[in-house]
């Protein structure tokens, strides 16, 4: 078996760590399968992935295609049926380390009501950081740089109730913050939110990462992921595409035949160009396309 701590291209063998310290998560030939009256139901079949530490990588598919049992596979909410997941180089079956790999690993779900436990919003915050038993000067520290980091420090003795729904989502990231993770897996985070508050847990996720955390984003909107690093597609319990998103955009028909929707940007682009307006490729942003057809109207 691999040294948990190598990366699926590490060839140097088990003391290597020229590679090796740069992968914080592995996932190799995953299966999982669910258990039901109909029989096993295989969400999961051979997903293989490394993530590096720093990274934000964006996971797109269609309902149903394993993406929430993939994050939950990586925080070890779930362990494998088959195949293997490391966090920080622990596997997510050894029973010792799962609330390391919990506190590295942290996730943030679709519903902030079903996230957040206390009355007071500093409480909520709190809960993680006691649970860890940490010092009461700690605690209150992490309490206040996590609610700082979502912008939230001044509702601190607010209800959460009487928060909008991106501001409880921020709420429930602060927890997770507090616990000082490496890595933040959002599984469709702001599915519930409106426009605005959609806006803000995405600029909290791009905070985040840039302050140094790695970021695994599960969504379904496309214009979520074209500023990732990396684009990972899911279909039926498999990775179907992974590359840069500059790189995935340009496979349009592979990602129609796989039933989903360009960004705006893309699809527009795309439809320019059939008609003949010299549009170039790679284009991924609204703005970039308006500048682009702005210099075409000055010509
Ligand atoms: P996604 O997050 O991409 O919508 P999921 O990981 O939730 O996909 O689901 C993958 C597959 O596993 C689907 O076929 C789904 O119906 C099935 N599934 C998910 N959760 C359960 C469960 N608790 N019990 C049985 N089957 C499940
Ligand atoms: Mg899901």
């Not at 140097?12 to 258990?35: K, Q, R, S, V, W």
């Not at 360009?262 to 170039?280: H, K, N, Y």
Request: with cysteine; net charge negative.
């Amino acid at each position: 078996m691999r040294n948990n701590k190598s990366g699926p291209h590490c060839l140097c063998g088990p003391f290597c760590i020229m590679m090796t310290d740069n992968i914080i998560i592995n996932i190799e030939d995953l299966g999982f399968d669910y258990a039901s009256d109909d029989g096993e139901i295989a969400a999961l079949t051979g997903v293989s992935l490394s993530l590096a530490r720093g990274s934000f990588t964006a996971v797109i598919g269609r309902n149903g295609s394993g993406k929430s049992t993939l994050a939950k596979n990586i925080n070890a909410l779930l362990v494998p049926t088959r195949g293997q997941v490391t966090v920080g180089g622990f596997d997510t079956q050894d029973e010792d380390r799962i609330w390391e790999i919990r506190r590295m690993a942290g996730m943030v779900f679709q519903n902030p009501d079903n996230q957040l436990v206390s009355a007071v919003v500093e409480d909520d915050v709190a809960f993680g950081p006691e649970n860890l038993g940490l010092p009461r000067e700690e605690i209150r520290a992490r309490v206040r740089s996590s609610l700082e980091s979502v912008d939230m420090y001044d509702q601190r003795k607010m209800a959460p109730h009487l928060l909008s729904g991106g501001q409880k989502q921020r709420i429930a990231i602060a927890g997770v913050v507090a616990m000082r993770p490496d890595v933040i897996i959002f599984d469709e985070p702001t599915a519930m939110l409106d426009p605005e508050g959609r806006g803000e847990v995405l600029d909290i996720a791009k905070r985040l990462h840039a302050e140094g955390i790695t970021v695994l984003l599960i969504t379904h909107f496309m214009e979520e992921t074209v500023d990732a690093d990396r684009l990972v597609i899911m279909d039926r319990g498999r990775v179907a595409m992974d590359g840069a998103p500059g790189e995935i955009f340009t496979r349009t028909e592979e990602l129609r035949a796989l039933g989903l929707r360009l960004p705006f940007a893309v699809d527009l682009a795309e439809g320019l160009r059939a008609r003949g307006v010299p549009i170039p490729e790679g284009l991924l942003h609204e703005e970039e396309l308006a500048e682009v057809l702005t210099c075409l109207n000055q010509k």
